[in-house]
């Protein structure tokens, strides 16, 4: 049997569990597992915003970690709308400007990937925001962090040509497949579907495969590209999926 909590909590984190990632950690224990969790759970299922904010607030607010977290709550709630706050955008980049100087590698990356999503998103400045995800994608692949570099391609692929954006889409689904990364990859099939025809047997296919998780796995903004309910295909280059 199988006795480590703390891997228990990041196979179920990788399943798009949360709920019972975060019911796996003991309580008082992984702090920062757990807000990473927490955050992650807020931003694909938007719900749970109170609990990250918690879960954010009981790190060390000096660290990059929690710079990086604190940062992207600000962030997603201007991305979706969900009762943003006046100081949002200041802090969001702050936090980000902040991990990026004082983080280590891995957490540079991260932060610098964030950033240009702030960047590309919410202030639609693509010129800002392209250096960012480059930097982020050579720490992703400097540090065989498949996700990360997933992430980055995927971002990255909005800004280049639309065949090899379709490329590099393709190839960002395979990374996160090959992780078991359940939400993400579900994210990379959306993103795929949305630079397809419309009259491409691929995008049906791909909107038939994830829908039905993205159903169980209660994630409104992939259920609402594969309904039109909420957001439309050509949203999904808004979202860090």
């Known amino acids: 049997m199988i006795a480590d909590t ?3 909590a990041r196979r179920l984190w990788l399943l798009g569990e949360w709920d019972a990632a975060l ?3 003991a309580p008082d224990t992984e702090p920062e597992l757990r807000a990473e969790i927490a955050v992650e759970r807020w931003f694909f ?14 790190l060390d607010p000096a660290s990059p970690a929690a710079q990086v977290l604190r940062a992207r709550l600000a962030y997603s709630r201007l991305l979706f709308r969900r009762d943003p706050r006046p100081d949002d955008r200041a802090d969001a980049e702050a936090g980000f400007r902040n991990a990026v100087r ?14 240009g999503c702030l960047l590309d998103n919410v202030d639609g400045d693509a010129g800002g925001a392209v ?13 065989r962090d498949a996700r990360l570099e997933s992430i980055c391609v995927r971002h990255l692929s909005a800004h280049r040509e639309p065949a090899e954006g379709v490329q590099m889409l393709r190839r960002s689904l395979h990374l996160r497949a090959a992780l078991g990364a359940r939400a993400l990859t579900l994210a990379a099939q959306a993103a795929l579907a949305s630079a397809l025809p419309e009259d491409d ?4 296919d791909l909107v038939q495969t994830y829908s039905v998780s993205a159903e169980e796995l209660r994630i409104p903004w ?12 050509e949203d999904f ?4 999926g």
């Not at 250096?131 to 540090?143: I, S, Y």
């Open 102 to 115: 004082d983080g280590d590698r891995a957490t540079r990356g991260w932060a610098e990937f964030h950033w």
């Open 237 to 240: 280059e808004d979202f860090e």
């Open 131 to 143: 250096p960012r995800f480059e930097a982020a994608l050579e720490v992703g692949v400097k540090e």
């Open 6 to 8: 703390t891997y228990i």
């Open 45 to 58: 299922q938007l719900a749970g915003h109170d609990e990250a904010e918690q879960a954010v607030a009981a």
């Open 201 to 204: 047997p691929e995008r049906a």
């Open 23 to 25: 019911a796996a950690l």
């Open 222 to 233: 992939l259920l609402g590209g594969a309904t039109g309910s909420t957001e439309s295909f």
